[in-house]
């Protein structure tokens, strides 16, 4: 069955009218403006115009740019992949996702994990993609990306909630690349290069998978950080202890952030952002499984993410309600064994910084990223 959080949620909040396309045009010109912060293992910080004249730089060096998105024509195919659950021996279960891609491209491919509530959507937004879809704006540039539903969610299959841990979408993330490499799900297409990026609670899968099994070539984490610094007390005790724990004893799935009206505030800087994009979003919310809610308060990502040799881009919203910015140093530093770590922060935005109206920017920061680093992740 696939369930969503519609199945469960009450009436949808009245929300007061206002302006809400106030301000995305400044949002826009913020955007422009470079909060990035470099450093190598045991080297000094950048400012933020050296860092970015060193991408610009890096980027040259490495040759001519990719096609622009008037160039590349993109194509795109839902795919499935079939993977066990270690914590539930003995089963085959169905992911599914998009993958979207420059025709015939078979370089690089970004596996894009979603956080919590959220889908293959969030990545490849059904609404105004010219903005708002992560997936085309890179596949305009070069780069494939697979957007799946993680186990639980949305499209793939649906088995006990109280199964899918983050340590189980590890596992199966791993799998999933593997699968990627070698072109043996239903796509058929092997791709030399596989990155991850991942979202919130995504970014905790991406972090454990790298961590535990590597064979990937960057990792990008979003709007994610560690306690006790990098998380919002008062999130954590308005929402996370005496909401969503409690409601995952209740039931195998649940609804993440206790009604669509709190979710939107968390989720979103509502001063600036799209009033449409938001019920969009509420309206596509999925129920979240209760395992993922039990096991990510651990956070066990912080073990071996030490480990993570590969090049990290660690991107977080400087509104973000949950994970405050303000830690993203001390986050950074996390990734000790990445000589090549990033971190840009995305002005104005909240958590869900790719549904904001700053999207193409951030889009082009990631972008250059990875064209900065073509043996790790040449474009089409």
Partial sequence: MDLTAADYRPPACQRPARDWGRGAQEMRQAASNSSWRESTKGGPMRSSRIAA???????????????????????????SFQVTNPLAPGSLYTVRGTLVRPAGCASSVLLAQHGLSYGAWAWDFPLRPETYSV??????????????????????????GYTLTVESYADMTAQIVGQLRAGTY???????????????????????????????????????????AGISTDWLVREWVTGDV????????????????????????????????????????????????????????????????????????????????????????LFGSAADRSVYVVPQAGHSFMLHPSAPGTNDVIADWLAARPGAMPAC
Avoid: C, W
């Fill in 53 to 79: 004249s060193l991408l610009v730089l890096l980027a040259l060096a490495a040759g001519p740019a990719p096609a622009s998105a008037a160039e590349t024509t993109e194509t795109t195919e839902d795919v």
């Fill in 135 to 160: 997936a085309q704006a890179l596949g305009a540039r070069g780069y494939a990306v697979v957007a799946i539903d993680r186990l639980g969610y949305g499209a793939s299959d649906h088995p006990n």
């Fill in 186 to 228: 239903s796509a058929g297409v092997a791709f030399s290069h596989v990155g991850l990026i991942g979202h919130s609670a995504g970014s905790e899968v991406v972090e454990l998978a790298a961590g535990l099994y590597g064979g990937v070539d960057v990792v990008i984490p979003t709007a994610y950080e560690h306690a006790p």
């Fill in 246 to 333: 409690v409601r995952a004893s209740q039931s195998e799935y649940e609804y993440f952030e206790t009604d669509p009206g709190t979710r939107a505030a968390d989720m979103y800087n509502l001063e600036i952002a799209d009033l449409d994009v938001v019920a969009k979003d509420t309206e596509l919310a999925n129920l979240t499984p209760s395992g993922e809610i039990y096991s990510i308060s651990q956070q066990p990502s912080r073990a071996v993410m030490g480990s993570i040799a590969v090049p990290v881009l660690l991107v977080l919203a400087e509104q973000d309600a949950l994970f405050p910015s303000a830690a993203a140093q001390d986050e950074l530093a």
